[in-house]
């Protein structure tokens, strides 16, 4: 069966057809993949049914996994698949199975707060509750086009601080404390504008709002234009929002978009299986046309 790619008529993500994720994949399948990947930055593969090994297979045709960090309790989520992530809200024997819960989560990239963030990530949903919990992508590339060239100007080989002290809960990470100054924040410096080395196009690159800081600006300057480019990425003409399905396989690229999900009932069930591709590029500013 031939692979068939359906463009959203949002301003990225495409759907998928024609591929069984859980056999494997040949070479000429892996670079159609690829090619859409880059092109529309979300891709949906519905109806998948991957144990966890077949997911971890399947995720390797596109990098070096990332195994995530230890669960709350300093334990891996699935001693068998420690390269697997587990994002649940479900509770068994009083303790959660996995992480972030039923709660809202507000637009960022995941671990910019690195010098080399990860790449992408793979989900595949196993158990989705009727109604709340859908996720959003917004593309960041579409956000940088729509600027005006005087924005794009000001903002041309700036870089900011990416926090690392809080999660994308907002919650203090251990071993640190929240500095007196926003410029003392720890965490990776990254360019405002990232130049992507697959498509040689550029980007904005903005991580999370909270605690970010955009280096020799004064704090208050700082403020503003962080406020302005964080207004303009929020637009919906830039957005997709994706309903999940029990059996849906979700592949996002981490560099190049924001993402952010509903909360939904604490009493429903959620549990989706997790991947996420290692990053291996320095981020690169986009002030070549200078």
């Not at 993949?33 to 995720?59: C, E, G, T």
């Not at 303790?95 to 990860?118: C, F, K």
């Amino acid at each position: 069966m031939a692979i068939s790619i359906h463009p959203h008529d949002a301003a990225l993500g495409a759907e998928v057809s024609g591929i069984d994720c859980a056999k494997p994949l040949d070479g000429d399948a892996i670079k159609t993949i690829k090619a859409a990947w880059d092109k529309y930055l979300v891709l949906i593969l519905r109806d998948q049914k991957l144990d966890d090994p077949a997911l971890l297979a399947f995720s390797k045709n596109f990098g070096l996994l990332d195994p995530p960090g230890p669960n709350p309790y300093g334990e891996v989520f699935l001693p068998d698949f420690p390269e697997i992530n587990v994002i649940s809200n479900v509770i068994e024997n009083d303790r959660p199975i996995g992480n972030l819960g039923d709660g809202e989560a507000v637009w960022h990239a995941d671990m910019t707060y690195i010098a080399s963030p990860p790449k992408a990530a793979i989900l595949h949903a196993l158990e989705i509750p009727n109604v709340g919990g859908d996720t959003y992508f917004a593309n960041m590339f579409a956000a940088y086009d729509a600027l005006s060239p005087k924005l794009q100007d000001q903002i041309e080989g700036l870089t900011a601080i990416h926090d690392a002290a809080h999660n994308s809960a907002g919650m203090m990470r251990t071993g640190y404390t929240t500095p007196d100054d926003i410029r003392d924040t720890p965490g990776a410096h990254h360019p405002l504008v990232r130049l992507d080395p697959e498509t040689g196009r550029r980007c904005l690159f903005l991580g999370r709002r909270p605690h970010a800081y955009i280096n020799g600006l004064s704090v208050p300057d700082s403020e503003t234009l962080l406020d302005a480019l964080w207004e303009h990425v929020s637009r919906p003409e830039f957005a997709m929002g994706h309903q999940w399905r029990a059996g849906d396989l979700l592949m996002w690229l981490n560099l190049g978009i924001l993402h952010r999900r509903d909360s939904f009932d604490a009493g429903a069930r959620r549990i989706i299986h997790r991947t996420q591709i290692k990053g291996d590029e320095q981020i690169r500013s986009g002030n070549a046309h200078h």
